[in-house]
């Protein structure tokens, strides 16, 4: 029994409860630093995976400004309409098989999406990413980092399920890698895990 369903089942209402909780209050301010941390700069061209009620696609829209351009890509219809209520321009799309063509963005960013994703199309979401950013583009994923202290994990398990209570690195770090991407990069921000990484030029 967890206090939580499993994240796929989630509606918009519980996953605006359950970040709104996590990051106490601040998670747009924390999607802002992930912005400020993928180097999202004014003109970029931008691809947010997973995007789900847009939080970091508005970020991310803020940065490029209105000579960038930013798209939200998120499997649930819901989310992409409550994303799209609140501005900004979110479709829905496989995060494993996105409709873009070939170097289309300066930079991909995913924050918190990737645990919904099953395990055997992960690697295809990073190869995807490669795809599509431009020699000398920019990926940052973040996921939630594990809890401090065994009790810690063992309540996050009970509460949130395994996927988004263990420690995501080795494994981002791992795909990253095998989809060709380098200089990688990785750090704990508060309640998440980031690794950022650039496609070779």
């Given at each position: 029994m967890h206090l939580f369903p499993k994240?796929?089942?989630w509606t918009v209402a519980t996953y605006d409860g359950f970040t709104a909780a996590t990051f106490l209050g601040c998670r747009q301010a924390a999607y802002r630093r992930l912005a400020l941390d993928a180097g999202i700069g004014s003109g970029d061209r931008v691809l947010d995976l997973g995007s789900g009620?847009?939080?970091?696609?508005?970020?991310?829209?803020?940065?490029?400004g209105s000579s960038g351009q930013v798209i939200?890509?998120?499997?649930s219809p819901e989310m992409v309409i409550h994303a799209q209520r609140l501005g900004g321009d979110s479709r829905v799309g496989d995060v494993a098989r996105p409709p873009f063509a070939d170097n289309s963005f300066d930079v991909v960013v995913s924050a918190l999406a990737l645990h919904h994703v099953e395990p055997e199309d992960r690697d295809a979401v990073f190869a995807q990413a490669f795809?599509?950013?431009?020699?000398?583009?920019?990926?940052?994923?973040a996921e939630f980092a594990p809890p401090f202290g065994r009790l810690g994990r063992a309540v996050a398990?009970?509460?949130c399920?395994?996927?988004?209570?263990?420690?995501?690195?080795?494994d981002l770090v791992d795909?990253?890698?095998k989809a060709?991407?380098?200089?990688?990069?990785?750090?704990?921000?508060?309640?998440?895990?980031?690794?950022?990484?650039?496609r070779p030029v």
């Amino acid at each position: 029994m967890h206090l939580f369903p499993k994240p796929a089942t989630w509606t918009v209402a519980t996953y605006d409860g359950f970040t709104a909780a996590t990051f106490l209050g601040c998670r747009q301010a924390a999607y802002r630093r992930l912005a400020l941390d993928a180097g999202i700069g004014s003109g970029d061209r931008v691809l947010d995976l997973g995007s789900g009620p847009g939080t970091l696609t508005r970020a991310a829209a803020d940065l490029a400004g209105s000579s960038g351009q930013v798209i939200g890509l998120d499997s649930s219809p819901e989310m992409v309409i409550h994303a799209q209520r609140l501005g900004g321009d979110s479709r829905v799309g496989d995060v494993a098989r996105p409709p873009f063509a070939d170097n289309s963005f300066d930079v991909v960013v995913s924050a918190l999406a990737l645990h919904h994703v099953e395990p055997e199309d992960r690697d295809a979401v990073f190869a995807q990413a490669f795809r599509m950013l431009i020699p000398g583009g920019r990926l940052l994923v973040a996921e939630f980092a594990p809890p401090f202290g065994r009790l810690g994990r063992a309540v996050a398990r009970g509460v949130c399920h395994t996927e988004i209570a263990d420690d995501p690195r080795a494994d981002l770090v791992d795909r990253m890698a095998k989809a060709g991407f380098r200089r990688i990069e990785t750090r704990r921000s508060g309640v998440l895990t980031v690794v950022r990484s650039i496609r070779p030029v």
